[in-house]
């Protein structure tokens, strides 16, 4: 029997029975698609991660204190919370290149939370940043339209801002006619200097809530004479990031007379390792994702063996009239492995064609990713779920002696 | 005893089970037919004229003795090559057709073709030829299901006939008829015959039996009878 007899035969097979076929096709094509489709997404949203990321700039070191240090021995006394308070001292120290050669630049930063208000109109602003212009640069944050404030603005504790796009459409309707009002933070009138481009969001909260103030201005009108919650350093190069790292740590220790049986009291946040986390993380959720659709993979693929069998069992009579017109094992085991097989590539190419549609559209807020090899590796795999599968039906209906599937009812 | 009988059987027994409940459906049947004989086999149910057909069929094995089949012996070939004998040697017509469902008429005519290798204008061809043989050619597209009895039958032998076997081996082949496809289909057979073709039909009507030239009859795994009555 020719391949094009055999493929006939099996097309006819399953023409004759097409609600089941379809059925069955629907099986493998949720497995098939469910693969691609969850690949995309976990790809998706680790690439998602990984671009806003590098959009807040891969050689920046973020520096807050822990608090209490941590690691010393009971009974004696805590370091008091002073000690180890980062200090604008701290950033002039940081900012020498002397002391720091591979740090660019240093910003302090200092945050409070009000409610601003233009009028009428009021917007809590979750995120009142004090800190100086080296800040906007160092966090990769441009300014949308009009300026920043200068380190004059700092050092004569200037009341002006700038807005981030949410908090300035909020108060002001459209973010261009904002620069040059006025807006009133708690009790303080300031003269919106600018407006910052919009910012993609890198989790739930929105980067575009914001406001930003010289860090004098700040400790001056809102949160008094604390101590910074954060010192944001960039270092001078990307692969210089860990000579950076590695100064800012020995600089602060040094500075604040950490004992060197202490742990550091100061966290020091990479944005690279931060960024390999989260692809490492993103790769983790993916796997989980590609694991829970390859399950339902092979349960499209017990599903053909199901409609295999029930096949096999309906049409014993079938294949013993073939096998008494001359039919031989290996036709029979052909005619029902190519059904098998064609139930599953068909199944794999709606899986395919579903998910390629499915995936032009944002799913639970991830724009997914395709990854080609998951198309090929889907395919691959539903061409060899329907072998599997159908391998086991189709050597129980080649090996049917004639008699006996010609005397089945 | 010329040595290029069809059909020669030694000595088959066919048993099904063992020990207590073994069942011994043929006791120790030997026959001969020859090239171009119309034998009709008759027994009651039970009386294993059916195991007889099928392992005159290749569609079982004989438990013990020795069957060759146009010279060569069945026994010794693998399950393949019984296939392959199947498909070149005998035509079988069966009591309930077994036309494959679905399948137009010229479709099923086809299929012995298909498994014996032949290419796709010939097989249309011969199968084209063969439902002219028994009238059909103006159903050739209709299905098993859109067929009446006989005409499905004449399907059948057309089917059987397609590959030019040396014995046409029917089982009950009128048992679902009425007279007058009975009557078609018999004279059918007549006519085959008188072209040379084997035909052996098992049978438990004694008016089919009557049509054929030879008479065996089998009761209780043996055969009791054998006679030439035409």
């Known amino acids: 029997m020719s391949p094009r007899d055999l493929f006939g035969a099996a097309l006819r097979g399953l023409s004759a029975n097409k609600l089941r076929s379809l059925l069955t096709v629907l099986g493998v094509s949720i497995g098939v698609g469910a693969v691609i489709v969850l690949v995309a997404v976990g790809n998706g949203s680790g690439k998602a991660v990984q671009s806003r990321l590098e959009a807040m700039g891969t050689n920046l070191l973020t520096v807050s204190t822990t608090g209490g240090g941590g690691g010393f021995a009971r009974g004696q006394a805590g370091p008091s919370a002073q000690q180890y308070a980062l200090t604008l001292d701290d950033v002039a120290a940081l900012a020498d290149r002397r002391l720091a050669p591979d740090v660019a630049s240093v910003a302090p930063v200092m945050t409070s939370s009000g409610t601003a208000t233009n009028g009428d109109t009021s917007y809590t602003i979750n995120q009142v940043i004090g800190t100086t212009p080296a800040y906007l640069p160092a966090t990769n944050t441009p300014v949308g339209t009009g300026q920043s404030f200068t380190q004059q603005d700092v050092d004569s504790a200037e009341r002006v801002i700038v807005l981030g796009q949410t908090t300035a459409t909020e108060l002001f309707g459209r973010a261009q006619t904002a620069v040059g009002q006025t807006v009133k933070l708690g009790a303080v009138d300031f003269v919106v200097r600018g407006v910052l481009a919009s910012k993609d969001s890198t989790g739930f909260n929105d980067p575009n809530a914001t406001a930003i103030v010289p860090i004098s201005t700040l400790r001056a009108t809102q949160a008094g004479y604390g101590a910074l919650s954060q010192i944001v350093v960039q270092a001078a190069d990307k692969d210089r990031v860990d000579l950076a790292q590695a100064e800012v740590t020995q600089l602060l220790t040094a500075r604040h007379q950490v004992p060197a049986t202490t742990t550091s009291p100061f966290r020091i946040t990479n944005s690279a390792q931060i960024l390999q986390t989260s692809q490492d993380t993103a790769a983790t959720f993916t796997a989980l994702l590609a694991t829970v659709a390859a399950i339902s993979l092979v349960v499209g693929g017990i599903g053909v063996t199901n409609i295999m069998l029930v096949t096999v069992t309906e049409r014993t009579r079938e294949i013993g009239i073939r096998k008494a017109l001359g039919a031989r094992r290996r036709t029979i085991l052909g005619q029902f492995l190519i059904e098998a097989t064609l139930l599953s590539l068909i199944g794999g190419a709606v899986g395919v064609a579903a998910a390629l549609i499915m995936t032009q559209f944002q799913l639970a807020g991830v724009t997914p990713v395709l990854v080609p090899s998951s198309i090929a590796l889907a395919l691959g795999v539903s061409a060899a779920v329907g072998l599997f599968f159908g391998s086991m039906p189709a050597h129980r209906a080649a090996g049917l002696r004639p008699i006996d599937a010609l005397r089945h009812e | ?230």
Not at chain 2, 143 to 152: A, E, T
Not at chain 2, 193 to 214: F, L, P, Q, S
């Open chain 2, 1 to 230: 005893m010329s040595a290029d009988a069809l059909i020669d059987i030694r000595g088959v027994t066919k048993t099904y089970g063992a020990g207590e409940t073994a069942v011994h459906a043929l006791r120790g049947v030997s026959l001969r037919v020859e090239a171009g004989e119309y034998v009709a086999v008759m027994g009651s149910s039970g009386s294993g004229k059916s195991t007889l057909m099928n392992i005159l069929g290749c569609l079982d094995v004989p438990t013990r003795g020795e069957y060759f089949l146009d010279g060569s012996n069945v026994a010794g070939l693998s399950e393949d090559q019984q296939a392959l004998v199947r498909g070149r040697k005998i035509g079988f017509i069966f009591q309930s057709f077994n036309l494959i469902p679905r399948t137009t008429a010229l479709a099923n005519v086809e299929l012995p073709l298909t498994y014996a290798h032949l290419r796709r204008a010939e097989r249309r061809t011969r199968a084209n030829r063969a439902l002219e043989l028994v009238g059909l050619s103006d159903r050739a597209d209709h299905r098993p299901n859109q067929l009446s009895g006989g005409q499905q039958q004449r399907v059948a032998i057309a089917r059987a006939l397609a590959t030019g076997p040396r014995i046409l081996l029917a089982d009950e082949p009128t048992g679902n008829l009425d007279v007058h496809s009975t009557d078609e289909v018999l004279g059918m057979f007549d006519e085959l015959n008188a072209e040379g073709r084997t035909v052996v039909v098992i049978t438990h009507e004694n008016d089919v039996a009557a049509r054929a030239r030879r008479l065996i009859q089998v009761a209780d795994g043996r055969i009791v009878l054998d006679e030439v009555t035409r």
